[in-house]
Every structure is written in structure tokens, then in C-alpha cells.
């Protein structure tokens, strides 16, 4: 390129095929069950703020911004809930029937263990097999010390 008029057109080209690419790939939000429901305009002009300037304190007004409509939605839902006649027990989610989860009996001597005491007797007898055997302590001379660095 030999002159600003020639770059001129190839910068313009270059944004005409980034602009077509943009709406031929981009996909429209659209609102569903699954939407943030405590987003508000006053989120949205922050985080067009912050897109326009990147700046630190644009950022910081953004965060703020959604911490104020999470905090003022949701204190919205907790207000809701407790006033009506069950109260805030309705804000636990473990009062609901809730499914087990599946288990598997322990065996032991392939036998499973389904009462207190064969329980006992498996544990013990697994981790207590060696408390009456003799051991050799003289391996430990063996190991090397290393400082540490």
C-alpha cells in the first residue's frame, strides 16, 4: 500500500467483514426461565459504562450495581416467603422430600455387614490385624536426611 486513501479502503473492508461476521454469528438474548431475574436496567447501563471506557471505577460501579439488585431482589423473595403462613422454613430446600442416596452394605469376609456389632468386628479386625506383631525398627537407620533447603 502506497498511500493513507489504498490503507483507508483495506481498514474499512477489514470493518465491513468483521461487522457482517458479528451478526451472521451473534444470537439475540432472549429471556427464559433460566434469565437473571435480579438484572436490572441500572446493571445493564453499568456494564455499558464499563464497556465504553474499561475503566477501574466504571468496573467498580457495575459490581455494585449487581450487588445492589441481587441484594435488594432477593431480600425481595426472602420478605415474600416469610410472610406467608409457613414461614421461612419454606427458604430451606432440605424440607422438601429429599431421595437417599444408594448405598452399598460393607462386607467383610464376604458377608455383609448389616447390624452395629459385625460392623465393629470388621473395622477392628482389619485396622488392629498387626498391634501383636514384632517389628524391626532398625529399617529406620536406612533413611537418608536430607536438609531442608
Known amino acids: 500500500m502506497d498511500n493513507i486513501i489504498k490503507l483507508d479502503h483495506v481498514v474499512k473492508q477489514i470493518g465491513h467483514i468483521i ?70 422454613w419454606e427458604l430451606t430446600s432440605w424440607i422438601n422430600r429429599q431421595r437417599l442416596p444408594t448405598t452399598e452394605a460393607i462386607k467383610y469376609n464376604d458377608q455383609p455387614c448389616l447390624s452395629s456389632e459385625s460392623l465393629w468386628d470388621a473395622l477392628y479386625s482389619t485396622f488392629n490385624t498387626a498391634q501383636n506383631r514384632q517389628t524391626n525398627i532398625e529399617i529406620l537407620n536406612d533413611i537418608v536426611y536430607k536438609p531442608m533447603a
Open 19 to 88: 461487522d457482517h461476521t458479528w451478526k451472521d454469528n451473534t444470537k439475540k438474548s432472549r429471556f427464559s426461565k433460566h434469565s437473571k431475574q435480579w438484572w436490572l436496567d441500572k446493571c445493564s447501563q453499568a456494564l455499558n459504562n464499563y464497556r465504553n471506557s474499561r475503566s477501574l471505577e466504571n468496573w467498580k460501579n457495575f459490581k455494585r450495581a449487581v450487588k445492589n439488585a441481587k441484594k435488594s431482589y432477593f431480600d425481595d423473595k426472602i420478605q415474600k416467603i416469610t410472610s406467608k403462613r409457613k414461614g421461612s
